[in-house]
Nanobody
Framework: QVQLVESGGGSVHAGESLRLTCVASGDIWRINNWAWYRQVPGKDREWVASITHADSASYLDSVKGRFTITSDSAKKTVYLQMNNLQSEDTAVYYC???????????????WGQGTQVTVSS
C-alpha cells in the first residue's frame, strides 16, 4: 500500500525558513511527478510547485525565488525549501505524487496528510 508522509511544518516569523519533506513508501516502480499544494480554511487547495522525473521544476508566481522544490528518486522523497516566508504563506501544505506501480501501466495519484505552516508577521 502506497503512503505519503510529510514533515517539517511549524510556526516561524516572517523572513524565516522551513524545509518540508515528503516520503513515499510502498511497492512503487517510479514516481513520475511530485507536487506541493497548500490550502487555507475556506479556500480551494492551491498548487505551489511541481517537479518531474527529469527534474524540471515549476512554481506558483508568488513563491518564485523564495521556494525550491527538489526530489531524490532513490529515496522516493520530495522537498520544499521555503525561504523568506510571509504571512500569506500560512496554510496546510500537501504533497502529491503521480506514480507507477510494478507490472501496472496505469498512473496513480496519491496525497499526503498535510503539514501545517504558520508564519507570523
Amino acid at each position: 500500500q502506497v503512503q505519503l508522509v510529510e514533515s517539517g511544518g511549524g510556526s516561524v516569523h516572517a523572513g524565516e525558513s522551513l524545509r518540508l519533506t515528503c516520503v513515499a513508501s510502498g511497492d512503487i516502480w517510479r514516481i513520475n511527478n511530485w507536487a506541493w499544494y497548500r490550502q487555507v480554511p475556506g479556500k480551494d487547495r492551491e498548487w505551489v510547485a511541481s517537479i518531474t522525473h527529469a527534474d524540471s521544476a515549476s512554481y506558483l508566481d508568488s513563491v518564485k525565488g523564495r521556494f525550491t522544490i527538489t526530489s531524490d528518486s532513490a529515496k522516493k522523497t520530495v522537498y520544499l525549501q521555503m525561504n523568506n516566508l510571509q504571512s500569506e504563506d500560512t496554510a496546510v501544505y500537501y504533497c502529491k505524487a503521480h506514480l507507477a506501480l510494478p507490472r501496472d501501466w496505469r498512473e496513480y495519484i496519491h496525497w499526503g496528510q498535510g503539514t501545517q505552516v504558520t508564519v507570523s508577521s
